[in-house]
């Protein structure tokens, strides 16, 4: 079945230490050689699992920092909003921030 989804053959010279770097490098990625030099190709970002990672990571941090959010307006709005409460808004957004900066700084543009 992958003969008619990958129909043209290619074949490629490795010296012996690039063909142990492809040969660990797919076993790491858990794919075969052909499917990692695909997954090359690609360069899809989203492919990537410590690129998926870092954004469940980012989902969930600013999923805290919301719900901390809403706790804090919820206050404000039952007139119990105090200068504590602001100051945690402000400092749950510095967070929020940094943590979105690091992302992006790990992943790029």
């Given at each position: 079945?992958?003969?008619?989804?990958?129909?043209?053959?290619?074949?490629?010279?490795?010296?012996?230490?690039?063909?142990?770097?492809?040969?660990?490098?797919?076993?790491?990625?858990?794919?075969?050689?052909?499917?990692?030099?695909?997954?090359?190709?690609?360069?899809?970002?989203?492919?990537?699992?410590?690129?998926?990672?870092?954004?469940?990571?980012?989902?969930?941090?600013?999923?805290?920092?919301?719900?901390?959010?809403?706790?804090?307006?919820?206050?404000?709005?039952?007139?119990?909003?105090?200068?504590?409460?602001?100051?945690?808004?402000?400092?749950?957004?510095?967070?929020?921030?940094?943590?979105v900066k690091k992302?992006?700084?790990?992943?790029?543009?």
């Amino acid at each position: 079945m992958a003969d008619k989804v990958h129909c043209i053959k290619k074949t490629v010279r490795l010296m012996p230490n690039e063909a142990m770097i492809l040969s660990e490098k797919s076993s790491a990625a858990g794919m075969n050689e052909a499917e990692y030099i695909r997954f090359l190709i690609s360069q899809k970002p989203n492919d990537y699992p410590e690129i998926r990672t870092l954004l469940k990571e980012l989902i969930n941090e600013v999923n805290r920092v919301g719900v901390n959010i809403n706790q804090i307006t919820f206050s404000h709005n039952a007139q119990l909003y105090s200068k504590e409460d602001k100051e945690k808004l402000v400092a749950y957004m510095r967070k929020l921030n940094l943590e979105v900066k690091k992302v992006v700084d790990m992943i790029g543009n």
